[in-house]
């Protein structure tokens, strides 16, 4: 049997190299601890702020530089729980960040406060007295939206001095996934047993091609999960109690509008994401369901089959140095300056690609201000896992670039936007692979991937969406959300979109709690938007080449110095009609196509 590292056993040229944040451990505790104590650089200016058009600027740029300096000390905290959240310094590393910023985000609530007393008017005159300003004309525009909805002084501060506790369902999930949860071993057809974990289920048991390693694994996945249900349950709910309550603290009509408005995205693009796609969505999918079953041979296509080879006997297998270099050529449409970052990405340690002991499942890529990205992955040799790589670089370059061309304060652009740059490189890597073969299998291969990339976006994250949109209407009807209410509401989400073309059993409902995504807000849909977005793009690439590309550089740069309806709009797509979501489903269709025709 295999057995997992410890993390202190991974080679070293596996992981991330955490000293371009900090040079040591004891250099990041004593920042941890300066930034304490610095804090009064901030709150100087309290009851002066915006006193006068020089003040306000002093005051901004001194709050986006002491921002820059929190970002990197929570970052190395972050980023070592997420490496081995069962390590307990890197437990105690976390909770002592965690509580540092809740007390230094209470001593800078008055911030927020101070912005909010401006009026328009007085906005334009300090924006006209000082031109350095206009670095922060959006955050100071967005502030004032923020207006209707922002408490008396006090009430901020004392919700800022509780953010350790509004963020414990989060941190209590986490914890719990990566310390606690066990699985049972499961064995190949010679009984050698094979090592479980949640890791090993997402990206390679529930990917597998022999059907009883495949629902022997999502049973032992499910059967922990079963165990945990009622904890994780009392965890989402209070998630969710605290966001419902905020709202109704805030005036907000709904707790869906207070979740959109940092998205800067209306209700009717958000439900036009959900409505729209499930609906046409839906026939496509039963189709390649279909295709499945017949082509596995199986009697009943079960939940545990849907990610399972459409060729089981045709799996190409890639090493990570292979994979960076086929990443690296596809990415090249995209011109000289993006293919170097993406390339220092891959040479550099941006990356942590070990299997170790206590390691956050899933992949992400976390792109602290002015250093550089660091993305997380498990690298188990599959292709499927280079098409993984490239959705988190995607991510990296973006970040990179927006970095380089903006302030920190105009950086980030709307989640709503986000997972668009990452799912573009998907598709260039799928496009590059298809154009580099005549392999009838292997083209067949590459379209199934695609399927996979439109899988998780438009119909994993999306139907979590649609369920998050279900737990939010029944916790503001007063519902309480219980274990079997979570459960239910999943198994209905799934029922619903596939119909009867998928056999579900009870373990079905219950992979609601494999997200971490519910507990960042209305995420979810957001991937599908962001993919929506994606296939528009991908195809002005394929056709006006280095013109979209060069254009596309241009929209990363942006950062989030735009509202994401005008960004998107610059690339030539208009998300607030749904045209864009049914050409996107249409594209999806068109491969499910290709692949009935292609047996």
Known sequence: MSTRLQRSEVPIEKTWDLTDLFPSHEAWEKELEAIQSDVSEITQYKGKLVSNATSLLHGLTAYENFQKRLIHVSTYANLRASTDGSDPANQRDAAKVASALASISAQLSFFQSELLTLSEEKVKQFLQEEEDLVTY??????????????????????????????????????RSKSSDMTFDSINDDHGNELPMSAALYEDRYELEANTRIRRDAYQSFTKTLNRYKHTYAATYATEVTKQVTLARLRNYDSVTDMLLTPQQVTTEMYHNQLDVSQKELAPHMRRYAKLLKERLGLDELRYADLKAPLDPEYSPTTTYQEAKAIILEALQVMGPEYSEIIQ??????????????????????????????????????????????????????????????????????????????????????????????????????????LIGTYYHNFVTHLLEGEYQRRVYDLAEAGTPLTADVLTQQKLEALQNFWGDTVSFDDGAGLTWMRQPHYYMGLYPYTYSAGLTVATAVAQRIKTDGKTAADNWLEILKAGGSIKPLELIKNAGVDMSKPDAIKEAVAYIGSLVDELEKSY
């Open 344 to 449: 220092k990405g891959l040479s550099e340690r941006w990356v942590d690609l070990a299997d170790n002991i206590g390691k956050q499942t899933g992949a992400f890529c976390s792109s602290p201000y002015g250093v550089h990205p660091y993305i997380l992955i498990t690298w188990t040799d599959t292709m499927r896992g280079a098409f993984v790589l490239a959705h988190e670089l995607g991510h990296a370059g973006h970040f990179y670039l927006a970095g380089k061309h903006q302030s920190l304060v105009n950086t980030d652009p709307s989640t709503y936007f986000v997972e668009a740059p990452s799912t573009l490189n998907e598709l260039l890597l799928a496009n590059h692979l298809l154009s580099k073969t005549d392999n009838k299998r292997m083209k067949r291969w590459v379209i199934t991937q």
């Open 137 to 174: 004309k959006k955050l100071l525009n967005d502030t004032l939206e923020q207006k209707p909805y922002t408490l008396a002084p006090e009430m901020e501060e004392t919700l800022a001095a509780l953010g350790e506790v509004h963020d414990a369902p989060f941190m209590i999930y986490e």
